[in-house]
């Protein structure tokens, strides 16, 4: 009788000592930062990939915008110099050295002098339009990396989740070790896909502002221009 309780806890007790095992090797483990990542599985490539693309369309965004919203409040100023002395040819060759948004703006608007206001206006809201669109090339990809991003990496979950549950079934035996090492290890890529997507959409919001500034800033010129034009003596 002993020998049979004994034999019907010799299962159980096979279960708790893999388990302290396991967990005393996974204690005995310290992992890096790269080995913790190279377990996430394939799923890490292409999310390596979305963060290194995204990193390279934010830096190069964000030296464009800025180098774009340079300081030019000494442009109109200088502008409205030469066209109240006459001097048109001045004030497109200022326009032209500055080489900034504003400046060709500006320009447009100068070399459409002797027309109606309408259309002098519809001149440089063409080629705000047309600024503006370059200014935001790309950036919509942080948002769609924003997106993709922590959805890439759940999938990896999943699938390796499945693989889990897989070599359970074939095996027959549940071993706590084997799962909970096996779903520390699949839970990276869901970890690192909303990592990279809480980065791609703060640098995706960050890019959108100095857009929008930049956007204020050519309107209140265009605004102070045209009415340059409709000053009496024009």
Not at 137 to 151: H, Q
Not at 214 to 225: G, H, P, S
Request: aromatic fraction near 6%; charge should be neutral.
């Amino acid at each position: 009788m002993l020998l049979q309780d004994t034999s019907a806890l010799q299962p159980l007790t096979d279960t708790v000592t893999n388990t302290i095992n396991a967990l005393q090797a996974t204690q005995g483990e310290e992992l890096s930062l790269f080995e913790l990542l190279t377990k996430g599985g394939w799923v890490m490539i292409p999310l390596a990939a979305l963060a290194l693309l995204g990193l390279v369309i934010f830096f190069e965004r964000y030296i464009t915008i800025r180098k774009a919203s340079k300081d030019e409040s000494q442009l109109i100023t200088q502008v409205r110099s030469s066209i109240k002395t006459g001097n048109l040819d001045a004030a497109i060759a200022i326009c032209r050295s500055s080489n900034t948004p504003i400046g060709r703006m500006l320009q447009k608007g100068l070399l459409r002098i002797g027309r109606p206001i309408k259309d002098i206006e519809g001149a440089i809201e063409n080629i705000g339009k047309l600024e503006v669109s370059k200014l935001e090339k790309n950036i919509s990809i942080l948002g769609i990396i924003a997106g993709i991003a922590p959805m890439l990496g759940f999938v990896g979950t999943i699938i390796g989740v499945i693989t889990i549950f897989h070599d359970v079934s074939v095996k027959g035996v549940i071993e706590i070790g084997t799962i909970s090492g096996g779903l520390y290890v699949k839970m990276i890529s869901s970890a690192t896909g909303l990592i990279i997507g809480i980065i791609a959409y703060v640098f995706y919001n960050i890019l959108n502002i100095m857009v929008d500034r930049m956007i204020l800033k050519m309107e209140t010129d265009a605004i102070e221009f045209i009415d340059l034009l409709e000053e009496p003596g024009r």
